[in-house]
Nanobody, 124 residues
Framework: QVQLVESGGDSVQAGGSLRLSCAVSGYTYSTYSMGWFRQAPGKEREGVACIDSNGRTLISDSVKGRFTISRDNAKNILYLQMNNLKFEDTAMYYC??????????????????WGQGTQVTVSS
């Protein structure tokens, strides 16, 4: 059974930093592409970043230069380092796994499995 469990969400002030983690199990993690998405109340789920099985990354323009995605294949963990947080980064953050791992795209339909989310709240 595939499981993705996010953690690390918190309430922070603007300009602060957080690191989200996503622990995965139930499949060969290293062969999958992985992504981070977020969803604010009343808005559609938005892609943030993705990383393929070779470690190549894509970052959304909205967070480029502030967020970094990485993965530890030995520990089966996906990370999202978020720096210089802004009020508009407030959302529920989800990690996702895609069975095609040779490249990734930041699109909801690319991913087969999803976590339950972790809340990030940024106060201005």
């Amino acid at each position: 059974q595939v499981q993705l469990v996010e953690s690390g969400g918190d309430s922070v002030q603007a300009g602060g930093s957080l690191r989200l983690s996503c622990a995965v199990s139930g499949y060969t993690y290293s062969t999958y592409s992985m992504g981070w998405f977020r969803q604010a109340p009343g808005k559609e789920r938005e892609g943030v970043a993705c990383i393929d099985s070779n470690g190549r990354t894509l970052i959304s323009d909205s967070v480029k230069g502030r967020f970094t995605i990485s993965r530890d294949n030995a520990k089966n963990i996906l990370y999202l380092q978020m720096n210089n947080l802004k009020f508009e980064d407030t959302a529920m953050y989800y990690c996702a796994a895609g069975s095609r791992g040779d490249y990734c795209i930041i699109a909801v339909g690319w991913y087969n499995y999803w976590g339950q989310g972790t809340q990030v709240t940024v106060s201005s």
